[in-house]
């Protein structure tokens, strides 16, 4: 008898979401930077000033270090809480993405060119 898998929960999928799409948000800057925008984010520039793209991938990751640590100390207070606080990490994290995938969309269609320095 084969057993099935368990699901993940629907947080586990959540902060899974949110997860990718700080990777996500990584990668756009990256495009951005390469094509001779900045970084429009005054905690990230410095950082990325300080040490490069691999000191604001650090600093992705310390902030979804931060936000998984904050989401289980919720959870250990209120389900329903951990569960909302969750959704907003994906809708929070969506919108860097959604902004620098569109200015990417934008400047390859030779719409506008990016912010430079």
């Known amino acids: ?16 979401w949110y997860v990718g799409l700080a990777g996500l948000d990584v990668l756009c800057t990256s495009a951005i930077l390469l094509l001779g925008g900045i970084e429009v984010n005054a905690l990230a520039a410095r950082v990325l000033d300080a040490a490069g793209v691999p000191g604001l991938a650090g600093l992705k990751i310390a902030t ?19 569960s909302h606080l969750a959704e907003w990490c994906v809708i ?25 320095r």
């Open 1 to 16: 008898m084969v057993r099935s898998a368990a699901r993940p929960s629907r947080d586990s999928l959540l902060l899974a």
């Open 92 to 116: 929070l994290g969506a919108v860097p993405v959604v902004l620098g995938a569109s200015q990417l969309a934008l400047v390859a269609a030779g719409v506008i060119t990016p912010i430079v």
């Open 64 to 82: 979804v270090v931060i936000v998984l640590a904050c989401w289980r100390a919720v959870r250990a207070r209120s389900a329903a809480a951990a």
